[in-house]
């Protein structure tokens, strides 16, 4: 019974995390869902997997509704022995949005017990975490991944800073399961992230250990995170050896091409600029929103209401000139407030005026040195996301492995999210340790570096501009009185501005007269850190639910079924063959098309790369062979009243064909040259490398290829030719993975045409397969396999030895 008293408070924070996580996303408790516009594109990109998988009750690592074809291996694949992500899914048992919510509540809670927080104090700093406006605004904007790797971050650390303290096998196995969830997770970008802010973590400690001359510790330490680290990358293993594989064929990986599509030299090869990289930088100034939300103005459209000057600014426009003032309601909805560096806001970072103040407190009040390495990962992340702005992120693209993989780097202020609110805590927690003196000193030197700030705040808003960059858009739009609107625009920022400070201003005074009436022995310590914890939360929510909330929910049915079917749409699936479609106006950036055709384009960040390079170089220069060969039967494009309007192509080759002729090229940038005159029904273009022993064929003309059977992961084929032949697929070349036979003997695909497959078939009828058994999934699985069974033993021989010690 005393054992049990003693797990009744983390019983009941639990309990409270889910209450909380549920009535902030209430509408899921009457069976709505979130609409969110990431995973809108989602759902139309697994459209085929998806219904494959409940047709067939087995899974497709190939599909081929989105960039003509593609593996799955980034869409949602599952894999055998993958136990990790079944795992996962236990503990995300609440609805989404609400899972994500309460694991952020949960691994920061578990975080804080490991530095010793008292659960109520731990409970409040998992609220703070969980609640700070970016891990909301990114649950709203459907980034699931990100959100469900920056929610297993506080269980990393919290496995590492026990490792460090020499709880070896608790620390080891925590710090193996929260890495296993992390990289399950599937988002490279933040686990990059929390791997350099391990990286200060563990040089920090290092340092200490050396200083201290634990030689043998320390190595213990290094041993154990060598040990987790193998088993929580193999119980990955199917998706990290699948990822890494696809990765070469990917944007995300250099260009063969060596010219532009205009035909000049390339600057550079690289799969990413730095200038691509660093589009979404952060200003400097504008980091002060992580104190004052909507110093820079918000997001991109922002509610100002209609009392504001543009709401009346609008209104009035309308009126005098004879239209229904009506509209305005609309613009001041969205009004684009956001005058900040950055092309595109969806809402300021907010980390809570008062998480920030009392991170501060935490440095005059808490003797632990964590809070060094603490304090110093959030500034250095800060410093990251300004990009451009700041000389560090060049210096990291050019010389850090694997820096330069990832854009919107400004997301690496998650690590800032994380550190801001420990401190807070332990701040919180250190005040009522103190001395009266040391509390009211720590208060004092608080109160001089935000008073400080606040005033130079002040003085500044003389000095800014508040201008946008899309302003000279808006002035447009509005003609003669385009300069009279972007003044109204600027009074409601400069409104804006004042505001906002004055509430982070009144908030802190808030928790600092709380803190204060308790060094005065006003009130009793439990009572001050309530209400220190519900005026954080206050802060928090009161922003967050301007950007996520229930008008963010919708019907279930309007969630699994989010692509409204037009009449082209209907037209085109009358036709029962095997073809694609390409949906002009979406390109390569919408998977509408994808939901209900076999579709050219698509919606993903790491796109095929030759598809991408197909369109930059010959679609969009109007290249219609091309379209030809990778059999788009179907254009989808608007007629003058801007509805959908199916266009077929006649031209289309269909999925295979017969060429007379074989002309070789020796690089990529020789072959995309010939794409732009080749005449793809009479020759194909292979690199030197294929060895064809023959460049011409005699096609008769009963010759024939066809499609007999169709599954994304198997294609059967039957061909007739009195002659050997060389076919050309209209499918996407992928060497790994397809096996391909001829009569049930394996056959060699070649790449043609850049992106094509090809064959030779020999004279007469024969049966064809491709089929996609992809090596890296079975070997994967194995590897998966064993490191889940070494895990589970060394778990249960861990908890054994725990136990039997306990009892000693």
């Known amino acids: 019974m005393k054992n049990f008293k003693n797990y009744v408070p983390h019983l009941l924070a639990i309990v409270g995390f889910v209450v909380v996580a549920l009535a902030y996303f209430y509408p899921v408790l009457s069976g709505k869902q979130i609409m969110q516009s990431d995973i809108v594109q989602y759902t139309g990109m697994a459209k085929e997997l998806n219904n494959f998988r409940e047709t067939h009750q087995q899974e497709t690592y190939w599909v081929n509704n989105a960039f003509g074809g593609m593996p799955t291996y980034q869409l949602g694949a599952k894999y055998p022995h993958n136990y990790i992500k079944q795992l996962d899914s236990v503990i995300r048992f609440l609805p989404r949005p609400a899972d994500y919510v309460f694991l952020y509540f949960i691994g920061f809670y578990l975080l804080l017990l490991t530095y010793k927080v008292k659960p109520l104090k731990a409970f409040i700093g998992a609220l703070l975490f969980g609640f700070s406006t970016y891990l909301i605004v990114i649950l709203g904007a459907g980034h699931n991944a990100k959100a469900h790797a920056i929610a297993y971050m506080p269980m990393v650390l919290a496995g590492v800073h026990l490792v460090f303290k020499r709880k070896y096998l608790l620390g080891g196995i925590l710090t193996m399961i929260a890495a296993a969830l992390e990289i399950s997770a599937n988002h490279f970008q933040m686990t990059y992230y929390l791997l350099l802010f391990l990286i200060i973590v563990t040089v920090y400690h290092s340092i200490q250990y050396i200083k201290e001359k634990q030689f043998a510790n320390l190595f213990k330490i290094y041993g154990v995170f060598a040990i987790t680290g193998f088993l929580a990358i193999g119980l990955n293993a199917t998706n990290l050896l699948a990822t890494q594989e696809y990765a070469k064929f990917s944007t995300r990986s250099d260009s063969e091409l060596t010219i532009a599509p205009d035909g000049s030299l390339k600057e550079s090869t690289n799969a990413m600029t730095h200038e691509y990289i660093t589009e979404y930088s952060y200003g400097i100034f504008e980091t002060f929103n992580l104190l004052v939300p909507r110093i820079t103005g918000g997001g991109n459209g922002e509610n100002i209401g209609t009392k504001s000057n543009t709401y009346q600014f609008v209104s009035n426009l309308l009126q005098s000139q004879g239209y229904d003032p009506s509209p305005a309601q609309q613009f001041a909805d969205h009004a684009p407030t956001y005058w900040g560096n950055q092309p595109i806001v969806a809402a300021p970072a907010y980390i809570g005026a008062i998480v920030l103040f009392l991170a501060v407190l935490c440095f005059f009040v808490d003797d632990r040195k964590v809070k060094y390495y603490l304090g110093f990962g959030a500034l250095f ?105 972007i003044a109204a625009l600027v009074s409601d920022r400069k409104a804006m501005y004042t505001s906002d400070l004055l509430r982070t201003f009144a908030f802190i005074a808030l928790a600092l007269a709380v803190l204060f009436a308790f060094n005065k022995e006003k009130i009793n310590a439990k009572i001050a850190v309530i209400l220190v914890g519900v005026l954080g939360v206050i802060d928090l929510v009161s922003v967050d639910t301007n950007y996520v909330n229930k008008d963010n929910f919708v019907s279930k049915t309007l969630v699994e079924q989010p692509f409204e079917i037009t009449p082209a749409d209907a037209h085109i699936l009358k036709d029962t063959s095997h073809f694609r479609v390409y949906e002009q106006q979406g390109g390569f950036s919408s998977a509408r098309s994808s939901y209900f055709h076999k579709s050219l384009g698509g919606y993903h960040a790491a796109k095929p ?156 009828s024969h049966k064809i397969i491709f089929e996609f058994k992809p090596d890296v999934i079975k070997t994967g699985s194995i590897i998966s396999l064993i490191t889940s069974i070494l895990a589970l033993i060394i778990i249960v021989l861990s908890v054994i030895y725990i136990n039997k010690n306990k009892k000693k």
């Open 381 to 485: 992340s800060i410093a990251l996301s300004w990009g451009h702005n700041f000389f560090l992120t060049n210096f990291l693209i050019d010389n850090l492995p694997l820096y330069n993989k990832f854009r919107a780097i400004t997301s690496i202020q998650v690590i800032a999210e994380l550190c801001f609110p420990v401190l807070a805590i332990l701040g919180l927690q250190a005040y009522f340790k103190a001395s009266k003196e040391q509390q009211l000193k720590s208060l004092k030197l608080s109160a001089i570096i935000f008073g400080s700030i606040f005033v130079i705040l002040f003085i500044l808003k003389g000095s800014m501009p508040f201008e946008g960059a899309n302003d000279s858009y808006y002035a447009q739009v509005f003609q003669d009185s385009g300069t009279d609107f």
């Open 609 to 764: 790369k030759k598809i991408q390079d197909l369109l930059d170089y010959q679609i969009a220069q109007q290249n219609l062979e091309v379209l030809n060969m990778l059999n788009v039967k179907y254009v989808i494009n608007k007629n003058e009243e801007g509805q959908d309007i199916a266009l077929e192509n006649p031209e289309v080759n269909g999925n295979a064909w017969f060429v007379n002729a074989i002309e070789t090229v020796a690089n990529a940038d020789e072959m995309m040259k010939k794409l732009k005159t080749f005449k793809s029904k009479q020759t194909a273009l292979v690199y030197k490398n294929a060895q064809l022993k023959n460049t011409q064929f005699k096609t008769d003309s009963l010759a024939v290829i066809k499609l007999t059977n169709y599954q994304p992961n198997k294609l059967s084929y039957q061909s007739t030719n009195s002659n050997e032949g060389f076919a050309v697929f209209s499918e996407i070349y992928y060497p790994k993975g397809w096996q391909i036979t001829i009569d049930d003997k394996p056959a060699n695909m070649i790449e043609v045409n850049y992106t094509l497959r090809g064959l030779v078939i020999p004279a007469g």
